[in-house]
């Protein structure tokens, strides 16, 4: 019988499987993780080219030699999804940084919507669709979301009347306001609606933000070898990309 080469083995490496890399690795174990996919560099985001990513995303290469392709309902034809991406990091790479919490209704929206009577009123069409309430609730995930602000350094204000309520403040101030925001929001406040700074998974370290990506290289960078991860990132073509501990 051959011997054992580690203590987990994880497939995958994007936001769940490097954090689970991390967090192992720390507590001792031997980690063996498995990408089916290049592992990038920072030269990898250099390219600036809206025509190659954006508008012909359907000739990069992940998207001919391993298309992924996605539907909302069985009854649907499912199309290419172009987006998806298989590489150390997963579809964290294309993380936007959003990193607001669900609000305490959101758990509870077959009692609020359904049996309220309010998609009804609303002549809302559900056919094909099961909802039930979540058998947890906000506060039981709140020390989750608290840990996740404060390991990813999440930027925010907070502000939003309809949220849940917080233990901890976000780690950071909120993000630099650009001048569509401030446009947004003076825009707002004409017509009497309330904005707030919701959480953003991007550093405004200068530094830090010399990562291209920004926060979305932190599944990586947290599941670093020299934890107890391995990693093997196997290659598009042909090869294996070995990172020892």
């Given at each position: 019988m051959a011997e054992p080469i580690a203590d987990v083995c994880l497939v995958g490496t994007g936001a769940v499987g490097g954090i689970l890399a991390k967090e192992l690795g720390s507590a001792g174990l031997k980690v063996i993780a498995f990408e089916r996919g290049a592992s990038l560099t920072l030269e990898d985001y250099a390219v600036r080219d809206a025509i190659r990513f954006i508008t012909r995303s359907a000739l990069a290469d992940w998207a001919r030699h391993d298309a992924v392709t996605f539907c909302n309902l069985p009854s649907e034809r499912a199309v290419p999804r172009f987006t998806t991406i298989n590489a150390v990091g997963?579809?964290?790479?294309?993380?936007?940084?959003?990193?607001?919490?669900?609000?305490?209704?959101?758990?509870?929206?077959?009692?609020r919507e359904?049996?309220?009577?309010?998609?009804?009123?609303?002549?809302?069409?559900?056919?094909?669709?099961?909802?039930?309430?979540?058998?947890?609730?906000?506060?039981?995930?709140?020390?989750?979301?608290?840990?996740?602000?404060?390991?990813?350094?999440?930027?925010?204000?907070?502000?939003?009347?309809?949220?849940?309520?917080?233990?901890?403040?976000?780690?950071?101030?909120?993000?630099?306001?650009?001048?569509?925001?401030?446009?947004?929001?003076?825009?707002?406040?004409?017509?009497?609606?309330?904005?707030?700074?919701?959480?953003?998974?991007?550093?405004?370290?200068?530094?830090?933000?010399l990562f291209v990506v920004g926060a979305s290289v932190l599944p990586t960078l947290m599941g670093l070898p020299g934890h107890g991860y391995d990693l093997r990132a196997f290659l598009p073509y042909g090869g294996i990309h070995h990172a020892p501990a």
């Open positions: 997963g579809q964290m790479l294309h993380w936007t940084g959003q990193a607001a919490r669900f609000m305490p209704g959101d758990f509870k929206v077959f009692t359904i049996d309220s009577g309010v998609a009804e009123r609303a002549k809302a069409d559900l056919t094909g669709y099961e909802i039930s309430d979540w058998p947890i609730d906000y506060d039981d995930l709140e020390p989750y979301y608290e840990r996740f602000e404060w390991e990813f350094d999440v930027s925010g204000g907070g502000g939003n009347p309809f949220a849940g309520q917080r233990k901890r403040g976000y780690p950071l101030p909120p993000l630099r306001r650009s001048a569509k925001m401030e446009l947004f929001d003076a825009g707002c406040k004409k017509l009497g609606y309330h904005t707030y700074e919701s959480g953003a998974g991007i550093c405004r370290n200068p530094i830090a933000n």
